[in-house]
């Protein structure tokens, strides 16, 4: 899982630096749009991602909806020919994660349990990497569960529109 998590802090700095919400729009090295995803590229090292912001938030504390001060939230599939990285699905909620809590992601009825160090998320292996990749292309939507370090629920859900297309542009950039 070290190993895994060494791909996404190297993909965090970057999505930090440059793939905002905001910065979606008017960043130099967005490449693509597909709907609700866009694609990004960078040379050096060579990664594409396909990303998006959720459409639908909603935090819970004690039963009660909540106000919250979150960062970006973001779901991503990205590669890294490099680092022989094809499809890793990742998640950032916008802030540190309960310690030793896993963040729960619903694909059309199909659950999936992702992993969390600080503010991110990925699946255990590559294996379900590519199960949950191949539901996000069946979906039309995702919904990802979790619960803040400060013991907020948290209930994001992204769009799958335009997703398949998105992706595959990022994996068509990324050979």
């Known amino acids: 899982m070290i190993s895994r998590f060494g791909g996404v802090l190297a ?23 597909s709907t609700a995803w ?3 590229e960078d040379k050096d090292p060579r990664e594409c991602w396909a ?3 959720p459409t639908e938030t909603v935090n819970t504390k004690d039963g009660r909806v909540v106000a919250v001060k979150r ?6 599939t990205f590669f890294r020919p490099g680092a022989g990285v094809q499809g ?6 916008g802030y540190p994660f309960a310690g030793g809590s896993t963040v729960g992601l619903d694909v059309g009825g199909t659950r999936f349990e992702l992993f969390t160090e600080g503010e991110w998320a990925w699946p255990a292996s ?11 292309k069946r979906g039309t939507d ?25 992706v595959d542009e990022a994996q068509k950039r990324c050979k």
């Open 142 to 166: 995702a919904v990802l569960t979790a619960r803040s370090g400060r013991g907020t629920q948290t209930k994001d859900t992204f769009s799958l529109l335009g997703y398949t297309a998105a």
């Open 88 to 93: 890793q699905i990742t998640f950032t909620g």
């Open 71 to 76: 960062g970006d939230i973001l779901l991503m």
């Open 38 to 40: 866009s694609v990004f």
């Open 126 to 136: 590559t294996e379900d990497d590519a199960k949950i990749l191949a539901a996000m």
């Open 51 to 53: 990303v998006s912001a």
């Open 11 to 33: 993909l965090a700095v970057t999505l930090v630096t440059s793939t905002g919400v905001a910065a979606q729009q008017t960043s130099t090295n967005q490449v693509a749009t």
